[in-house]
């Protein structure tokens, strides 16, 4: 399972950007699709997951300004993220659970993506 995530770049305070992360490759489904942020001398962080339900989770940091979504016949999941502060400045990874074609559990990781918070 391979993930491709896009999207960051440079925004300034206040501003949105839409990150997205596609799967592909051989699988039997997706459980879990989330982000993870690291941020200049920061630790890596939880922002969000959506489960296979639609149960969401965010950051309380995020909260209210972040929005994560997915569309499963794309095997897509997307973080909307509104209102950007400077300390949302991180690279952004993505990541899915699930199982592949022998039923075995899987973590896949994208290969992050930077966005920047700066006026």
């Known amino acids: 399972v391979q993930l491709q995530a896009s999207g960051g770049g440079l925004v300034q305070p206040g501003g949105s950007l839409r990150l997205s992360c596609a799967a592909s490759?051989?699988?039997?489904?997706?459980?879990?699709m989330g982000w993870y942020r690291q941020g200049p001398g920061k630790q890596r962080e939880l922002v969000a997951v959506?489960?296979?339900?639609?149960?969401?989770n965010y950051a309380d940091s995020v909260k209210g300004r972040f929005t994560i979504l997915r569309d499963n016949a794309k095997n897509t999941v997307y973080l909307q993220m509104n209102s950007l502060k400077p300390e949302d400045t991180a690279v952004y990874y993505c990541?899915?659970?699930?199982?592949?074609?022998?039923?075995?559990?899987?973590?896949?990781w994208g290969q992050g993506t930077l966005v920047t918070v700066s006026s």
């Open positions: 990541y899915m659970t699930g199982r592949d074609m022998v039923s075995r559990f899987f973590t896949a």
């Open positions: 490759g051989s699988f039997a489904g997706i459980n879990d």
């Open positions: 959506i489960t296979s339900t639609g149960s969401t």
